[in-house]
């Protein structure tokens, strides 16, 4: 079975700064995908990013980037230049790529406050 | 246009009650989905139906029963309610096999027993 494992469950961050949520995941697969979602207090669940394993480079969105370790199992979240509207719970999720339908495994969140 | 519906946003009802909770995409996905997200904001997989056919039924009582139209429709009706029903419904979509496949997700519906 996989797992997902967000040890932060809370960070703060000041307007303008840069920010790292970490991301670690268990599973046997060689061939997955890995995403972050933004949960605003509107609750609405909004696709960050995504990274396919297969690919050794680091998959960029603006001011969202990550940091994938394949070997570690690591999926980190950096968000430079932090805005308000980047308040939310963040959630990482995994789903393996066999063909079938997209399983979401999610992590428990971690709620991001960003501050003046 | 919104991508993902669900109605309703909010359902607030007594125990022992049946309640429905309906989605609709207009995205012309195949796959769409049901995720529970807890009061600790855990989120996990419920159902998905591919093509109006079953394909994800995770350990869910039997008191939750989905229903599938059409592709572009995908209902939750759950019997005899209990207060550890009380969390937020999502429904998502997806299409199969697509080669940048993503989860479109609904607003949710917070669903209250009391």
């Known amino acids: 079975a996989q797992t997902v494992t967000q040890s932060q469950p809370e960070m703060s961050v000041q307007e303008a700064e840069t920010v790292t949520l970490s991301c670690t995941y268990d599973?046997?697969?060689?061939?997955?995908?890995l995403f972050w979602y933004k949960q605003p207090p509107s609750r609405q669940m909004i696709l960050v990013i995504r990274?396919?394993?297969?690919?050794?480079q680091n998959a960029t969105e603006n001011r969202f980037s990550v940091n994938f370790q394949k070997a570690a199992k690591s999926f980190s979240l950096k968000i430079s230049d932090s805005q308000l509207g980047d308040t939310a719970m963040y959630f990482c999720?995994?789903?393996?790529?066999?063909?079938?339908?997209?399983?979401?495994?999610f992590g428990t969140g971690t709620r991001l406050q960003v501050t003046l | 246009d919104t991508a993902v519906s669900q109605t309703p946003k909010y359902l607030v009802t007594q125990m022992g009650n049946d309640k429905s909770i309906k989605c609709e995409q207009n995205?012309?996905?195949?796959?769409m989905y049901w995720y529970k997200q807890d009061s600790k904001k855990f989120l996990k997989i419920m159902f998905s139906?591919?093509?109006?056919?079953?394909?994800i039924n995770e350990t869910v009582p039997n008191r939750f029963s989905p229903k599938s139209p059409d592709k572009a429709h995908l209902n939750l009706h759950i019997n005899s309610l209990e207060l550890g029903d009380s969390a937020v419904y999502f429904c998502?979509?997806?299409?199969?096999?697509?080669?940048?496949?993503?989860?479109?997700f609904g607003s949710g519906t917070q669903l209250s027993v009391l």
């Open positions: 998502a979509s997806s299409q199969f096999y697509a080669t940048n496949e993503k989860l479109f």
């Open positions: 990274q396919e394993a297969y690919k050794q």
């Open positions: 999720a995994f789903r393996i790529n066999t063909g079938t339908a997209s399983k979401l495994t």
């Open positions: 599973t046997s697969e060689s061939n997955y995908y």
């Open positions: 139906y591919n093509n109006k056919e079953l394909i």
């Open positions: 995205l012309g996905h195949d796959t």
